[in-house]
Nanobody
Framework: QGQLAESGGGLVQPGGSLRLACKAS????????MGWFRHTPGSTREFGDF????????????????KYGNSAKGRFTVSKDTDNSTLFLQMNSLEPDDTAVYSCYLDPTSGPRMWGQGTLVTVSS
């Protein structure tokens, strides 16, 4: 059974940067879309916000369609590595309002959405 594991969260000062990673393992096949949601600590994923996502182009991930939530536009960049196993979220110009648990997801071509456990990002001076 496939799994998603996030890493890269931590404490960063306002204006700083972090790069989150989401490693897919366990034989995940036929991924159609991968991306990131976030929710504030103390809340739950069901009340989270979409951050960014990338959809398989049919040929490559690098040619896939990118989509960003309003909070991420101009500051965050989503990408996927060439061996197709890791999704990244580069976050720049971080603000205290970006403090959240960031969870990655994977939508296969068929079947339910998969979620990682999440990684906490805290933006504070």
């Amino acid at each position: 059974q496939g799994q998603l594991a996030e890493s890269g969260g931590g404490l960063v000062q306002p204006g700083g940067s972090l790069r989150l990673a989401c490693k897919a393992s366990g034989g995940i096949a036929n991924a159609h879309t991968m991306g990131w949601f976030r929710h504030t600590p103390g809340s739950t994923r069901e009340f989270g916000d979409f951050v960014a996502g990338i959809t398989w182009s049919g040929v490559t991930w690098s040619g896939g369609r990118l989509k960003y939530g309003n909070s991420a536009k101009g500051r965050f960049t989503v990408s996927k590595d060439t061996d197709n196993s890791t999704l990244f979220l580069q976050m720049n110009s971080l603000e205290p309002d970006d403090t959240a648990v960031y969870s990655c997801y994977l939508d296969p071509t068929s079947g339910p959405r998969m979620w990682g456990q999440g990684t906490l990002v805290t933006v504070s001076s």
